[in-house]
């Protein structure tokens, strides 16, 4: 699955509005959202739009699915059309300004807005955001305040006003405000991470009430099992963790990582200090490669029994190119951790890198089998057997993960790699195409596009991605048949969108 960047997650404000008839349908947006789903997302909000043209919230969320995923300039030039076809709309110059590219054009297209309509909004709102983020922020208050006496259901709005006051050292001004949002604007579920993250004493009450509403987004979940695991409740912090891997969620293999170390904490395995360690190493190893290395160390020969430690210390070695290490590292993750996907998958990592394919062949298939529901290990375990020679069980194996995850890319990715290396550029080509014309997807565009061109047929591909654009009126495609061509017309490399 393709993952929104957590920008996006602001952009559900105003769900709660679409009216009765369309409650369920803004429920099933608001997940996909969350848990990440870029394509679901789009066909969800373009069918909203389809349904009703004049929905000014479907318009904003599909501004800032588009502009969220690299887009940007698409959006840009259908909202412009759309300002300059109907210039007396306060609507059309508020989306113009949500869409706008540079702070001085969004205030501009606000400020048009404005004039038409001094109480617009979404047009206070946004540029308030917009003056919050350019460090106005005594602008910023004012034109937010503005903004909730004509409209106070406005999640942005309040979360937006309380980061205001909070970049300003008014925590408990912006304590407050966020607690109000939880009341005013409920249904969404940032007004409940915000004020959870500011009242940190209070954020398992507000996670727990956010909850009843939202139980399925994952996000909460995962707050909720930090502020379990801050205040030591190490059974509540593992349900909790345990709860938010369930919606296969963005963030996945950070929450499977403070889920181990909770569970090692239970067992004795690791301490509250080698724990926090673990959560910080990246920062440090980022900073001080050194340091994180002996850090590390101290902590193997410390607490023997951690999984977690050997992991991360052998992945760190692996990196830096110490293999007699990692590779010693790695087997002693696997054998504390047997039921743990990711001690079996590192090892076999580790061993494709060394060009072992036979002993990691087996290792990437228990992993696969320990987390069936994952596509990376399921595509990984399928590579590893074509790198021993079964070519023929790889493609089976890919074929099914086609299957399996429908809206995962990895696996039709990972088919295409082998049908090319195997002299079947012709299927690979056809397997892309009909894998976007059922879902349309950027990187499957983007694979379109590289396969064609090492084959030979780099203007097929654009013509292939023409049509499917045409057929599927998806932005994405329309943008990378645009840029295709018009780098193929001037011989430079491919613009981005």
């Avoid at 993952?3 to 429920?27: E, K, W």
């Avoid at 698409?74 to 609507?91: F, G, L």
């Avoid at 297209?109 to 350019?134: F, Q």
Wanted: hydrophobic letters at 45%; charged letters at 25%; glycine letters at 8%.
């Amino acid at each position: 699955m393709a993952h929104l960047p957590r920008m996006l997650l602001s952009a559900l404000i105003g769900l709660a509005g679409f009216g009765s008839s369309t409650a369920a349908a803004a429920d099933e947006l608001t997940q996909a959202i969350w848990q990440g789903d870029i394509g679901l997302s789009l066909e969800l909000v373009q069918a909203r739009i389809e349904a009703n043209p004049g929905d000014f919230e479907a318009h904003r969320l599909y501004i800032d699915l588009l502009s969220g995923i690299g887009y940007a300039g698409a959006a840009v030039r259908e909202y412009q059309a759309k300002a300059h076809a109907s210039p007396d709309s306060a609507n059309a110059w508020a989306l113009l300004g949500r869409a706008a590219p540079t702070a001085p054009a969004s205030i501009g297209a606000y400020d048009k807005a404005l004039t038409i309509d001094p109480k617009h909004p979404a047009a206070l709102s946004g540029k308030a955001e917009v003056l919050r983020a350019t460090g106005s922020t005594v602008s910023a208050i004012e034109l937010y305040m503005s903004a909730l006496e004509v409209e106070t259901t406005r999640a942005e709005t309040w979360t937006g006003l309380a980061q205001a006051w909070g970049s300003r050292g008014s925590i408990d001004t912006a304590v407050d405000i966020a607690h109000k949002g939880t009341l005013a604007a409920p249904d969404d579920p940032s007004v409940w991470l915000l004020a959870a993250t500011l009242s940190p004493e209070k954020a398992e009450s507000y996670l727990t009430e956010g909850l009843k509403l939202h139980p399925e987004i994952s996000q909460l979940w995962r707050a909720l099992g930090r502020a379990h695991f801050d205040a030591q409740k190490w059974t509540e912090a593992s349900t909790a963790y345990g709860k938010a891997l369930e919606a296969d969620p963005p963030e996945a293999a950070f929450i499977r990582v403070e889920k181990a170390l909770v569970d090692e904490i239970r067992t004795g395995a690791l301490d509250m200090t080698g724990a926090a360690v673990i959560l910080d190493i990246r920062a440090v190893a980022e900073q001080d490669l050194g340091l994180a290395l002996a850090a590390l160390s101290t902590l193997a020969e410390e607490q023997p029994q951690s999984g977690q430690v050997r992991l991360v210390y052998g992945n760190i070695l692996r990196a830096v190119g110490n293999h007699g290490e990692a590779e010693k590292q790695l087997l002693a993750a696997r054998d504390l951790m047997p039921d743990e996907a990711e001690a079996w998958s590192a090892l076999g990592s580790f061993y494709l890198d060394q060009r072992r394919p036979e002993e990691a062949r087996p290792l990437l298939e228990q992993a696969s089998r320990t987390r069936p529901d994952d596509p990376v290990l399921a595509v990984a375990a399928a590579l590893a057997s074509a790198d021993a020679g079964d070519t023929a069980g790889a493609e089976k194996q890919l074929r099914a993960a086609m299957k399996r995850f429908p809206s995962s890319v990895g696996p039709v990715l990972g088919l295409t790699r082998l049908l090319i290396t195997h002299q079947r550029g012709e299927e690979a080509l056809e397997l892309l195409t009909g894998a976007l014309r059922e879902r349309p997807n950027a990187d499957l565009a983007m694979a379109l596009a590289s396969a064609a061109k090492e084959l030979g047929q780099a203007e097929q591909a654009i013509v292939r991605l023409e049509q499917l654009a045409e057929e599927t009126k998806d932005p994405r495609l329309e943008a990378a048949a645009r840029g295709l061509r018009a780098a193929a017309s001037k011989g430079t490399p491919e613009p981005s969108p």
